[in-house]
């Protein structure tokens, strides 16, 4: 099979219409709610786990916001994401071994299932491997995570969009078949974005605000003493 960047798996893994620029924007929760810490009473692991079962149940139609910040909000939360797992998925997927990214997905998924990445890489590859109801459900799955995501059009600091790592930024753009072109940090009303300007196939650019006030509050958290940091996410500057 001939090598096939990722960005390309990635954007071929989506329906033409979920990439489209009019495409309608799912809203599931403003960027306020969406950041909001559990009640304090609440035990976070055992939180995510329920809503985990509950989106195992009733994928696709599952409320992926929920669970995405329900996992970002566990103790064990890795800010920096799974560095070698993915690495080696891309690695794969790029030199054409779906074989190897299939396995390897698998891996990132049953370690982190709301990592989108993962399972649009699944998608392609059960489809390479003839395996098209898994394919259907990991392309519906990854898709709903990624529009998640979404909670405005990401134009504007008012329509940021939400992740919960630096990893999610990229997954979405990597998936609307776009390249960073460069990344800047700014503040503004009492939050903190990621920019992100991108181009297109035909040279177009587009700027999309994200709002990272929580990814900033778990690099934090990740340094303070005591705590195991897991090393820099992957490619964090343009791609």
């Not at 993915?86 to 990132?108: I, N, S």
Request: glycine share 8%.
């Amino acid at each position: 099979m001939r090598p096939l960047s990722a960005l390309l798996v990635l954007s071929l893994c989506l329906p033409a219409a979920a990439r489209a620029a009019g495409d309608a924007v799912v809203r599931t929760a403003p960027p306020d709610a969406a950041a909001a810490p559990p009640a304090a009473t609440e035990d976070p692991e055992a939180r995510y786990q329920a809503l985990l079962a509950a989106a195992k149940a009733s994928a696709p139609q599952s409320d992926w916001l929920g669970l995405r910040i329900a996992f970002a909000q566990r103790p064990a939360f890795k800010v920096y994401g799974q560095d070698v797992a993915k690495g080696e998925m891309f690695k794969a997927v790029e030199a054409g071994d779906c074989a190897t990214a299939l396995t390897e997905a698998k891996a990132v998924i049953a370690e982190a299932f709301v990592d989108a990445d993962a399972h649009l890489i699944a998608a392609f590859c059960d489809d390479k491997l003839g395996d098209a109801s898994d394919a259907l459900l990991e392309r519906d799955v990854g898709v709903g995570l990624l529009k998640s995501i979404e909670t405005g059009d990401g134009l504007t600091p008012d329509q940021a969009f939400t992740p919960i790592d630096v990893d999610e930024e990229y997954a979405l753009i990597r998936a609307r078949g776009l390249k960073v072109t460069s990344q800047t940090l700014v503040q503004q009303g009492g939050h903190n974005y990621d920019v992100l300007t991108t181009t297109n196939d035909k040279g177009e650019s587009a700027t999309y605000y994200f709002l990272i006030d929580r990814v900033l509050a778990a690099e934090a958290a990740a340094m303070k003493p005591g705590a195991v940091s897991e090393g820099g996410p992957p490619d964090r500057g343009p791609q």
